[in-house]
């Protein structure tokens, strides 16, 4: 972190100013120009506020030199990180896997909408057992009996389960009924609480982007998770709320070559939540994957105007067998070796 003092600033009070850091156990270095100023201030700098610094007289401003995730900065940990999500199912590094499955858990259906994702290609199943709603008069998920139906789904199918885990009291149960990959909704993305406690339990986990959340906060989420001794994070990129209202959201597809810039953590990209519109779905699952991301999460429901929740957003299990097959062909096109000109 670098602090530039104001030009008007006498030597005693920049020696004020370098005795008040020093006694905080950070050293500093003081580079004098001959127009400004500059004390480098070395050591943990995540303990300082930024703001306390600037709010003093003699400071101009202060810039981070590094960011204060650590755990989740490629700096620290250049390779990818690879998450095993559970049999045998890898994300990042190079492998590219799709969540698949509808909003919400509704019953028996699952199965079926579970066997026609497999049959497609994806390679986890979602589904959510308790719903985070806008309106508590919206319904609010199965609960447990939602968790059985997607454990069950996965026996038979041998694949992993992806589901949100909204509340600190329920992390314990998805860990005891062994749910491969909780969810971190975008509501709770700040959940700090929550954030810690997933963290602790150990399991794989899919933060969302929150709803209005820049990149270093979802980078500073992932680190609460990673600071609690988990580093199987995989990142969500699910829209962000702008000023534009012809879609649920806006995908921001920056976003997945900036995270990989900044972090080893994988990066999936959720198509259905980012528009909210079935039209618009295949299109930005296509650009998301072109753009790098290492996977994917789709809504898929057997009938959608029957579906429970986000039914306007669902793709039919035929839509999502035809957006795989092209995503396939658009994966083979950003791997591909190409000769050189
Ligand atoms: C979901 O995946 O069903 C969901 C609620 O997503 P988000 O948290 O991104 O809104
Ligand atoms: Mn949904």
């Known amino acids: 972190m670098i602090a530039i003092v104001k030009p008007s600033a006498t030597p005693e009070q920049l020696q004020h100013f370098v005795r008040w850091i020093e006694n905080r156990g950070f050293s500093t270095n003081v580079s004098r120009g001959d127009n400004e100023t500059i004390v480098g201030i070395i050591g943990d700098t995540t303990q300082i506020d930024p703001f306390l610094l600037e709010s003093m007289d003699i400071i101009e401003r202060v810039q981070r030199v590094s960011e204060p995730f650590k755990k989740a900065n490629r700096k ?81 199918l041998d694949m992993p389960i992806v589901t949100e885990v909204m509340d600190v009291r329920d992390v314990q149960l998805f860990v005891d009924k062994g749910i491969d990959v909780m969810q971190i909704g975008a509501r709770n993305a700040q959940n700090f609480n929550l954030l810690k406690e997933v963290g602790k339990s150990g399991l794989p986990i899919l933060l969302k982007r929150g709803l209005s959340g820049t990149i270093d906060e979802l980078l500073m989420a992932a680190e609460y ?47 259905s939540h980012a528009t909210g519109y079935t039209r618009y779905v ?60």
């Open 282 to 341: 295949r299109p930005i699952a296509y650009a998301a994957t072109a753009a790098g991301a290492d996977g994917l999460e789709i809504e898929v429901h057997n009938c959608p105007s029957e579906a429970w929740s986000d039914g306007a957003q669902a793709l039919t299990p035929a839509q999502f067998d035809d957006a795989m097959r092209r995503i396939a062909l658009i994966r083979e096109a950003v791997t591909a070796e190409v000769a050189k000109a």
């Open 225 to 271: 998770i990673m600071s609690e001794g988990n580093d199987k994070v995989m990142l969500c990129e699910r829209g962000i709320r702008t000023f534009e209202t012809r879609t649920r959201n806006t995908f921001d597809v920056n976003a997945i070559p900036v995270l990989h810039y900044l972090t080893h953590l994988p990066v999936i990209a959720d198509p």
């Open 76 to 156: 620290f940990h250049p390779e990818d990180t690879v998450v095993d999500c559970g049999h045998g199912v890898l994300v990042g590094g190079g492998n590219f896997q799709v969540m698949a499955g509808p909003c919400s858990v509704e019953g028996k259906n699952l199965i079926q909408i579970a066997r026609e994702v497999k049959k497609a290609g994806a390679t986890i199943l979602r589904g959510g057992a308790y719903k985070p709603r806008t309106s508590p008069y919206a319904y609010q998920g199965m609960g447990e009996e939602g968790l059985d139906l997607l454990l069950e789904a996965s026996a038979e």
